[in-house]
Structures are given as C-alpha cells and as structure tokens.
C-alpha cells in the first residue's frame, strides 16, 4: 500500500486538503467548516498518510485549485488522477463530468445518457456522491432535472450554488439562505 502524502492550505473558500502519490492526484478535501476539521476529515479518508509540504507538481496543484477556488478560470483538465481505488463506472462519469466546461452544467441524466443509457442517472448521483476529487473532477456542475440536486460536501447544496456562482454559471441565484458575503 502506498503512502499517501496530505497537505492542508488555505483558499477563498476555507482551509482545503489534499492527497497525493506518486500516480496522482488521489483525492481533494473541500472545506469542512476549520482547519482543524479538514484535516481530521482528510486523515479519516486517507488513513496512514503523512502531512507533507508542497513542493513541485503538489505545489503547482495547489497553486491552481486556491486559483480556481478565487473565482480565476483555470484548466484542471491536465490533472492525473490516481484512479486505482476508483470502480470503473465511477471512472467514466468522472470522465464526463471533467469534460463539462466552466459555467456549464449537466443534468444527471444527461450524463448517464453521454454514457450510454440515460436510465443510470440514480448510479450516476451515486458515483459522483462518491467524488475524491471535487473541483478538479466538477461534480457541482451535475444537477438534478429542475433542481441543484444534492452535493456531498460540507454546506451540501449550498455549498454547491457556491461553487456554480464562483465559475459564474448562468440561472443559478442565491437562495434566502446564502450569505451574499460568502460569495
């Protein structure tokens, strides 16, 4: 079993983590309400890994997640994965979910049917519920047909309207119960 390398840092949005080996990008923390949270949540999710500092590609990775995580447009799209924990379905509605551009969305169906049988939309809910790899894997631009649809991140829908409003995405709008300060 190889040791995965974490790293906790902190973005517009809250203090993110994320892990690493050396096949990739193994998975992406988003906010959990502290530091001390996330931290928690990503030692939880990667048991054994060892906080590291960020130097080289992690640095860069950083770099570019606290980037996009600022509301700056930038391509996540040369990002490796480290897939090898990933089932295989997983693996090909993470690919069209990747393939979704900034400002765009999909519905769940949509995405089960680019996959070839539109009646997998609920497996397709279930496989992005799963996503190690928010932002860079953009679950939050899958939504329900008529609805955001859930999100499992901290904050939960939420937290997702965030996420759309920051890539400014059109027809999402704060709900009564966002903090306009929080944008």
């Not at 990503?42 to 890994?49: I, S």
């Not at 490796?80 to 090909?92: E, G, K, S, W």
């Not at 680019?114 to 992005?128: C, F, I, K, N, S």
């Not at 790899?133 to 047909?145: A, E, N, S, W, Y």
């Amino acid at each position: 079993m190889q040791q995965h390398a974490l790293h906790v840092f902190e973005t517009a949005l809250g203090h993110c983590g994320m892990s690493w080996t050396a096949q990739g990008l193994a998975g992406v923390q988003l906010p959990e309400g502290s530091e001390t949270a996330t931290r928690r949540r990503l030692h939880r999710r990667f048991p054994g890994g060892a906080i590291r500092p960020l130097d080289g590609e992690a640095a860069t990775l950083a770099a570019t997640l606290m980037d996009t995580l600022a509301g700056h447009a930038r391509s996540l799209d040369d990002i490796v994965l480290d897939l090898r924990d990933v089932p295989p379905f997983a693996q090909r509605v993470y690919q069209v979910a990747r393939s979704i551009p900034r400002g765009s969305t999909l519905t769940y169906g949509e995405v089960a049917a680019r996959l070839g049988d539109p009646q997998l939309a609920r497996e397709v809910g279930r496989a992005l519920g799963a996503n190690p790899f928010p932002i860079v894997v953009p679950c939050h631009r899958v939504l329900g047909t008529g609805s955001l649809g859930g999100f499992s991140a901290h904050g939960g829908a939420a937290t997702k309207r965030r996420l759309l409003l920051l890539e400014g995405t059109p027809g999402v709008q704060l709900s009564m119960f966002d903090d306009p300060g929080e944008r």
